[in-house]
T-cell receptor, first 116, second 117 residues
């Protein structure tokens, strides 16, 4: 079974600064997808960014980028130019590429605070 | 607007009572999912369905039941056998098929908070 670990329960960043959230995972599969989801106080789950394991290039979405290290099984999220609206819970998630269902395995989350 | 609707937003259960959480989607997605979220934990998969009249257990199915009589609807019943039902429940859907590039994204509803009286 796959596991996803987020070792930082809480992080804090000043507005306009950069912060990196850590995620490691364990799997014996060769192909998979990795995701970062944001959950603001509204509790709506919002997809931030996704990475396909067979793609070596790190995914980027505007101010959000990932550092995907397949050999180390590491998938960190970098948020640049942090904004107050970035304050939320962030979940890392894993999905096998060998399933036709989008079953995700989630980490326990990192709560990000953004200060002025 | 296409999306996923969960109701009610808040639900209270008495001891020994079964309660049903509603999830409806108009995205024409084949697959639907139920996740449970506890404080300090990530989401855990309860049940999922890839096609009408068929569903599979997830990681924590004990004490729950589901049905999938219509493509648009995937209700979750929390039975009296679930001894710790207090949690936030999220429903999700995704396209289905062999093209993984199209079915790799989950669309989530806004959730139901279930509490025990």
């Amino acid at each position: 079974a796959q596991t996803v670990t987020q070792s930082q329960p809480e992080m804090s960043v000043q507005e306009a600064e950069t912060v990196t959230l850590s995620c490691t995972y364990d799997t014996s599969e060769s192909d998979y997808y990795l995701f970062w989801y944001k959950q603001p106080p509204s509790r709506q789950m919002i997809l931030v960014i996704r990475q396909e394991a067979y793609k070596q290039q790190n995914a980027t979405e505007n101010r959000f980028s990932v550092n995907f290290q397949k050999a180390a099984k590491s998938f960190s999220l970098k948020i640049s130019d942090s904004q107050l609206g970035d304050a939320a819970m962030y979940f890392c998630a894993y999905r096998s590429a060998f399933s036709t269902a989008s079953k995700l395995t989630f980490g326990t989350g990192t709560r990000l605070q953004v200060t002025l | 607007d296409g999306g996923i609707t969960q109701s009610p937003k808040y639900l209270f259960r008495k001891e020994g009572q079964n309660v049903t959480l509603s999830c409806e989607q108009n995205l024409n997605h084949d697959a639907m999912y139920w996740y449970r979220q506890d404080p300090g934990q990530g989401l855990r998969l309860i049940y999922y369905s890839q096609i009408v009249n068929d569903f599979q257990k997830g990681d924590i199915a004990e004490g729950y039941s589901v049905s999938r009589e219509k493509k648009e609807s995937f209700p979750l019943t929390v039975t009296s056998a679930q001894k710790n039902p207090t949690a936030f429940y999220l429903c999700a859907s995704s396209p289905q098929g062999t093209n993984l590039a199209t079915n790799e994204k989950l669309f989530f509803g806004s959730g139901t908070q279930l509490s025990v009286l």
